[in-house]
């Protein structure tokens, strides 16, 4: 294309709320063929709401667990975390990080941390391998259906607490998948979460997903990106969270979800939207492939 009309098109990016950075990634979004979205904070909102929190066992209380969770939790930037403290706060527990004396965050699992002289680990279940948990009761919460991600506490060893959270789509989404669909371009999810939590995003997006990836770490996502270019060949990935960063460098263009996203991520992608507006993909597709045209 000619710098003038590659100029234009990257400013008609810009005006959509689009930044691309570089005429190479305007002619590369023209050529993709596949489109690989994070789940937390780029389909769903990444707002979480706590729709359960029990306490199992007779050795901890629950306000006690909700100080200890929420205090450890206020250290992390997690979606997840500001759901937690926002749940011990409204059962009037005000979280202590001061108190928190170590603080670890183990990617695509959940987060330890020591307070009171205890070891607590909060998260998914590789965070009960991980803490040596032997979790032998069954929390009955994971299989009704209600809950879209189950989170575990472990304290000293024992699972001591479980709790639900569910995260609800953005707007645009599904309409965002079905356009791309039109242009014949396939979308997949890629998601640390569960595959319970994968399937529920599923649903409510109404079956647009072409293919489901859970319990992912960030360099399963790279691996799987990079599966999909020799697979499908040019490929997008949408994602926001600082474990997305790896994957969207590895993908032909990776788009970081604006501001709301994490500084890693919006460095290391080749565009940004400048909000969370998912139907800007689509748009920055057509956009790449009306440049091309240009160029032919
Ligand atoms: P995603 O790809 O969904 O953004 P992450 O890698 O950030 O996933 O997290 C994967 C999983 O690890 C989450 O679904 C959650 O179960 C657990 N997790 C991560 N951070 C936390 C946290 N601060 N508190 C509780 N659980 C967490
Ligand atoms: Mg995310």
């Not at 607590?120 to 209600?146: F, M, P, W």
Request: hydrophobic share 40%.
């Amino acid at each position: 294309s000619t710098p003038v009309a590659t100029f234009c098109a990257l400013l008609r990016a810009a005006r959509m709320g689009m930044l691309i950075k570089g005429g190479n990634v305007l002619e590369s979004l023209g050529e993709i063929r596949i489109a690989a979205f994070d789940k937390t904070g780029t389909i769903t909102r990444g707002e979480f709401s706590i729709s359960a929190f029990s306490v199992l066992g007779d050795k901890v209380e629950l306000s006690q667990l909700l100080y200890w969770v929420s205090s450890i939790e206020s250290k992390s930037n997690h979606p997840m975390a500001a759901a937690l403290v926002e749940y011990s706060q409204s059962k009037c527990i005000q979280p202590k990080p001061e108190n928190v004396t170590e603080f670890r965050i183990y990617h695509g699992e959940g987060i330890y941390g020591a307070i009171d002289g205890k070891e607590i680990y909060i998260g998914n279940e590789r965070v009960l391998a991980r803490s040596s948990c032997h979790h032998q009761t069954d929390d009955g919460l994971s299989n009704k259906g209600v809950s879209t991600t189950t989170g575990h506490v472990i304290c000293d060893g024992d699972l001591v607490g479980v709790f639900s959270l569910s995260d609800d789509c953005r707007t645009g989404a599904a309409e965002a998948i079905r356009q791309l669909r039109s242009m014949g371009i396939k979308s997949v999810l890629l998601t640390g979460d569960s595959a319970a939590a994968a399937k529920h995003a599923q649903e409510q997006l109404g079956g647009v997903l072409e293919e489901l990836h859970a319990g992912l770490l960030p360099e399963d996502k790279v691996r799987l990106v990079r599966g999909l270019k020799a697979r499908a060949g040019p490929t997008l990935m949408v994602g926001d969270g600082m474990n997305d960063a790896p994957a969207l460098a590895a993908a032909d263009v990776g788009v970081s979800m604006g501001l709301s996203g994490s500084a890693a991520a919006i460095e290391t992608s080749h565009a940004a939207l400048m909000s969370s507006d998912v139907l800007r993909v689509p748009r920055a597709v057509r956009l790449g492939r009306r440049a091309r045209r240009t160029v032919a």
